[in-house]
């Protein structure tokens, strides 16, 4: 886990090739004839002007170009989603004598919602260090669901970079937001006393509005660290049914 580093403005990001060798792999292969060949006259425009305007057109023509259809080799992708990662990476790539790391940012911030999604979503490939970190604390301020999602769901980038803070902060951001806690990667190595703490407090004040508990909520317990009156406080609440009862299964026997 990443902690407080601080690292020269001049430092390249170090990314993970291999990944987006595939999700080149599965764009070509979803293009008829016309659209491969734009695809490849976009690549070279971005190539011959390597910068954060040029990208910022050919995101917008993606969008009209691919649309949203589904690559079935990489469920949860649409093929505009993979060009946009695809030219985040060549211009970084081609910006390796320079702040790429301000220039992320910048991307960042001149992309819409669903580009923003992008970003995040492949923010571990484009930094498998973790430079980018105060980015991503940015963006998970956010109130918008799609992005907050892209950060915060099958995204391993919080896990192996945010401290315990942030990242519990995180959980109880995509509970309250109604988010799948399941989909959180990392979740069960961050058990520990405290996040049992933080969400037995969140699961009070869902009870206490008259809001349903998450069902995803035992996902972020440590059952095993529950004290005798943690566990008898929600024995107790499953008898009033005020819990589902399968959180009875999480409970050990003697609880």
């Keep these: 886990m990443t902690m407080d580093v601080t690292f020269p403005a001049s430092l390249p990001l170090v990314m993970r090739h291999e990944a987006f060798a595939e999700r080149r792999r599965q764009l070509d292969d979803q293009l008829d004839d016309e659209n491969r060949r734009w695809w490849h006259a976009a690549l070279e425009q971005l190539a011959s002007q390597p910068s954060a305007n040029t990208l910022v057109l050919l995101s917008s023509q993606c969008k009209r170009r691919f649309g949203n259809a589904e ?5 949860g992708w649409n093929r505009t989603q993979l060009a946009r990662a695809l030219l985040l990476e060549q211009l970084l790539e081609q910006q390796a004598g320079g702040d790429q790391l301000a220039l992320l940012r910048q991307l960042f911030l001149w992309g819409d919602d669903q580009e923003k999604s992008v970003l995040l979503r492949v923010l571990d490939d484009l930094d498998t260090e973790g430079r980018s970190l105060e980015l991503a604390l940015q963006a998970g301020r956010t109130n918008n669901r799609e992005v907050f999602a892209a950060l915060a769901l099958d995204n391993p980038f919080p896990a192996r970079h945010y401290h315990d803070r942030a990242f519990h902060q995180l959980l109880l951001k995509t509970l309250g937001m109604g988010l799948d806690s399941g989909r959180i990667e990392g979740l069960a190595q961050r058990h520990s006393v405290d996040l049992n703490q933080l969400a037995l407090e969140h699961m009070e ?5 008259f ?5 995803r909520l035992p996902h972020a317990i440590a059952f095993e660290l529950l004290s005798q009156a943690q566990r008898q406080r929600l024995r107790h ?3 009033q049914r005020r819990l589902p009862p399968h959180w009875l299964q999480h409970l050990p026997p003697d609880a």
């Design 71 to 75: 690559v079935s080799a990489s469920p």
């Design 205 to 209: 004040e869902q009870l206490a509005a």
């Design 211 to 215: 809001r349903s508990v998450s069902d």
């Design 237 to 239: 609440l499953c008898q």
